[in-house]
T-cell receptor, first 112, second 113 residues
């Protein structure tokens, strides 16, 4: 089955800095890569996703890049704000049933 | 539009007992998935239901079972509870089996003593 590795497990940055979270996946058939944000005590919520037919997608301060050859994808957050503090999960899934396999999560802490 | 709701929010059980968790999917959604999230871990897939049929199952023993009802609400049953079953159980619905975005509920926090 699919295996998703996520790094780092904890990331601490100053407000205004950029943050990068990296994930690798094992199944070359995976073609959908969502990122979820989970604030403390809250439900995970989708913040951005990318499909395998594109290499990069951007939405305001967040962007995701995908390298299919290397089987890795990354989340980039620019101009971080304290409200970006949360746990971020990457995931990978295949079309058809879209059952994602999640990474272990990255706890992002943005210091004011 | 009503979001995904789960009940109960918290519960405590003892080893060997049975538990039923419930989920109402978001309006218009016909696919429901259940996940187990241990503390400090990512959600682990338990199973998915599409139009009342099980569509996929993760690496969980048969004592984890589920149902989806005609109104697309769902329940997760766990028999013979073990200490390691203590976790947050998340339900997520999606508009259809071929759409990627999952809409999660707030979860049911199960503690097994």
């Amino acid at each position: 089955g699919e295996n998703v590795e996520q790094h780092p497990s904890t990331l601490s940055v100053q407000e205004g800095d950029s943050a990068v979270i990296k994930c690798t996946y094992s199944d070359s058939a995976s073609n959908y890569f969502p990122w979820y944000k989970q604030e403390l005590g809250k439900r995970p919520q989708l913040i951005i996703d990318i499909r395998s037919n594109v290499g990069e997608k951007k939405d305001q301060r967040i962007a995701v890049t995908l390298n299919k050859t290397a089987k890795h994808f990354s989340l980039h957050i620019t101009e971080t704000q304290p409200e970006d503090s949360a746990v971020y999960f990457c995931a990978a899934s295949k079309g058809g049933s879209y059952i994602p396999t999640f990474g272990r999560g990255t706890s992002l802490i943005v210091h004011p | 539009e009503t979001g995904v709701t789960q009940s109960p929010t918290h519960l405590i059980k003892t080893r060997g007992q049975q538990v039923t968790l419930r989920c109402s999917s978001q309006s218009g959604h016909n696919t429901v998935s259940w996940y187990q999230q241990a503390l400090g871990q990512g959600p682990q897939f338990i199973f998915q239901y599409y139009r009342e049929e099980e569509n996929g199952r993760g690496n969980f023993p048969p004592r984890f079972s589920g149902l989806q009802f005609p109104n697309y609400s769902s329940e997760l049953n766990v028999n013979a509870l073990e200490l390691d079953d203590s976790a947050l159980y998340l339900c997520a619905s999606s508009a259809d089996i071929n759409t990627g975005e999952l809409f999660f509920g707030e979860g049911s926090r199960l503690t097994v003593l």
